[in-house]
């Protein structure tokens, strides 16, 4: 007997696609348009998953969520949603999904994930903590984002020590602080520590506090970020740049949880969890001899990798919306919008300084553009597109460039946007050369003269 798969969609498509797949993978499958049914049906019937939408009329995917959690704890559900947020994939985990499927969704992802749920037979450990109480600044709907999104909600009933890697600027202390609030420690201390900004004869101090007389200018009794962090958690950004001596107490404290403080007697006891952060390859560090193999290990336990900007560029008019609302209500002015041309220079620059740099983007264009609706002319200079006006320079390559950084952010249909691009610069330049002269520009571009009227036509321009 075919294993059965009940399906639950307000959206005819997504239940007729599903349907489809399923049964052409030899899957069952039975279609609900909303979940209202359900609890009574699970009164007499247990399918092998059930496959809901997050967002329906009458009960939505996690009060479904919550009723299968009681009445059929061996189901694996898993949720389906538009909405690549942080908190719905974090509520989905909380509430004991198996997964969580973000739409559009590839149709055989879909069926080998279903394969899996139906294999695993039975729900993970049942999670217990309270709803999530905050909003995030996390914001992405790249896969590599989504991605980081699972493994928060995989660790929300966790103490366990994460190691981030990312480049400078792309959230890290973000990505700890989320682990915090959803963890069970949420209503204890989230202390935050940079290792690289503080100077190495005073970092042993602010980690583990000294007491007074310990050396010349403790006039008083330090706490430390250990005992500060004390039942929650201790965030230890640029852990990388650690120095030696202090990497070996590090190691001491994890193991014993208990550490002296700068010229104490008293042994002091902490229960921590450990966040550290780098955008280092640690495990070159350790090859080098640079960083301590055992720590490594020790900080190790889980791995969340986060992208850089420019291998998310379908995330970067989200993130500059969002930016621009929030700048405009720090400031209290009107919020800015982009042209499209600016938005397409946004979209084609490579973003070295990553998330950060474009949020300060937003809020130099806040403050400093003349208008409410930003040109690409008015970007900043470091943003704004170059034009090349020497008869020298190689538009090909700067073209061949900007088709990379396209295809890099996995932007499609290419030919259609630039092509119309390229030939509306060109008849915007003929017209403006000839004085809006229709019949001369025609000469100059090799057209016909109907051709070019079509042309203009078409493109929009008067």
Same mark, same amino acid.
């Given at each position: &007997? =075919?294993?059965?798969?009940?399906?639950?969609?307000?959206? *005819?498509?997504?239940?007729?696609? @599903?349907?489809?797949?399923?049964?052409?993978?030899?899957?069952?499958?039975?279609?609900?348009?909303?979940?209202?049914?359900?609890?009574?049906? @699970?009164?007499?019937?247990?399918?092998?998953?059930?496959?809901?939408?997050?967002?329906?009329?009458?009960? =939505?995917?996690?009060?479904?969520?919550?009723?299968?959690?009681? $009445?059929?704890?061996?189901?694996?559900?898993?949720?389906?949603?538009?909405?690549?947020?942080?908190?719905?994939?974090?509520?989905?985990?909380?509430?004991?999904?198996?997964?969580?499927?973000?739409?559009?969704?590839?149709?055989?992802?879909?069926?080998?994930?279903?394969?899996? *749920?139906?294999?695993? #037979?039975?729900?993970?450990?049942?999670?217990?903590?309270?709803?999530?109480?905050?909003?995030?600044?996390?914001?992405?709907?790249?896969?590599? &984002?989504?991605?980081?999104?699972?493994?928060?909600?995989?660790?929300?009933?966790?103490?366990?020590?994460?190691?981030i890697w990312g480049e400078s600027g792309t959230g890290k202390e973000l990505v700890a602080s989320a682990l915090h609030r959803h963890s069970p420690r949420s209503e204890q201390p989230f202390i935050a520590i940079n290792t690289a900004a503080i100077p190495a004869?005073?970092?042993?101090?602010?980690?583990?506090?000294?007491?007074?007389?310990?050396?010349?200018? *403790?006039?008083?009794?330090?706490? #430390?970020?250990?005992?500060?962090?004390?039942?929650?958690?201790?965030?230890?950004?640029?852990?990388?740049?650690?120095? *030696?001596? @202090?990497?070996?107490?590090?190691?001491?404290?994890?193991?014993?949880?208990?550490?002296?403080?700068?010229?104490?007697?008293?042994?002091?006891?902490?229960?921590?969890?450990?966040?550290?952060?780098?955008?280092?390859?640690?495990?070159?560090?350790?090859?080098?001899?640079?960083?301590?193999?055992?720590?490594?290990?020790? @900080?190790?336990?889980?791995?969340?990798?986060?992208?850089?900007?420019?291998?998310?560029?379908?995330?970067?008019?989200?993130?500059?919306?969002?930016?621009?609302?929030?700048?405009?209500?720090?400031?209290?002015?009107?919020?800015?919008?982009?042209?499209?041309?600016?938005?397409?220079?946004?979209?084609?620059?490579?973003?070295?300084?990553?998330?950060?740099?474009?949020?300060?983007?937003?809020?130099?264009?806040?403050? &400093?553009?003349? #208008?409410?609706?930003?040109?690409?002319? $008015?970007?900043?200079?470091?943003?704004?597109?170059?034009?090349?006006?020497?008869?020298?320079?190689?538009?090909?390559? $700067?073209?061949?460039?900007?088709?990379?950084?396209?295809?890099?952010? =996995?932007?499609?249909?290419?030919?259609?946007?630039?092509?119309?691009?390229?030939?509306?610069?060109?008849?915007?330049?003929? &017209?403006?050369?000839t004085g809006g002269h229709k019949q001369e520009a025609a000469k100059y571009l090799g057209w016909g003269r109907n051709t070019l009227a079509r042309k203009l036509k078409e493109l929009g321009i008067d």
């Open positions: &007997m =075919n294993p059965k798969v009940w399906v639950v969609d307000d959206d *005819a498509s997504i239940r007729w696609v @599903l349907h489809k797949a399923c049964d052409q993978a030899g899957i069952d499958v039975e279609l609900f348009e909303d979940g209202n049914d359900l609890p009574v049906r @699970l009164h007499n019937e247990k399918p092998a998953t059930i496959v809901t939408d997050i967002r329906m009329p009458g009960i =939505n995917g996690l009060e479904l969520l919550n009723v299968i959690r009681k $009445q059929a704890t061996d189901v694996p559900v898993i949720i389906m949603t538009a909405h690549t947020d942080l908190d719905s994939a974090v509520a989905s985990y909380q509430g004991g999904a198996f997964e969580y499927l973000p739409k559009p969704f590839d149709v055989d992802d879909a069926v080998t994930l279903i394969r899996r *749920a139906i294999e695993f #037979g039975e729900k993970e450990s049942e999670v217990n903590i309270d709803a999530v109480r905050s909003a995030t600044d996390i914001i992405g709907e790249a896969p590599a &984002m989504q991605e980081v999104f699972r493994a928060i909600g995989r660790l929300a009933n966790s103490h366990i020590n994460v190691l004869d005073l970092l042993e101090s602010e980690l583990f506090g000294h007491e007074k007389g310990a050396f010349t200018g *403790a006039v008083k009794q330090h706490r #430390g970020r250990f005992e500060q962090a004390h039942g929650g958690t201790l965030f230890l950004d640029e852990i990388g740049d650690m120095p *030696a001596e @202090l990497q070996t107490r590090l190691l001491r404290v994890l193991s014993d949880k208990k550490f002296y403080r700068v010229g104490g007697h008293e042994q002091i006891e902490v229960d921590v969890r450990i966040i550290a952060a780098t955008n280092q390859d640690l495990s070159k560090r350790v090859s080098e001899g640079r960083f301590r193999e055992d720590l490594f290990h020790r @900080l190790n336990v889980i791995h969340i990798a986060l992208p850089p900007l420019r291998q998310r560029g379908e995330d970067i008019p989200l993130l500059t919306k969002y930016f621009l609302d929030r700048s405009a209500s720090e400031l209290g002015v009107d919020r800015k919008t982009l042209s499209s041309g600016a938005m397409r220079a946004l979209s084609a620059f490579d973003w070295p300084g990553n998330v950060r740099q474009l949020e300060n983007v937003c809020r130099w264009v806040t403050v &400093m553009a003349p #208008g409410q609706t930003v040109s690409a002319d $008015q970007l900043p200079a470091e943003i704004k597109p170059t034009v090349a006006c020497d008869e020298n320079s190689d538009w090909q390559e $700067q073209l061949r460039t900007l088709v990379e950084k396209k295809l890099k952010h =996995n932007e499609t249909n290419l030919l259609a946007t630039l092509g119309t691009d390229f030939e509306k610069t060109l008849l915007e330049t003929a &017209m403006k050369h």
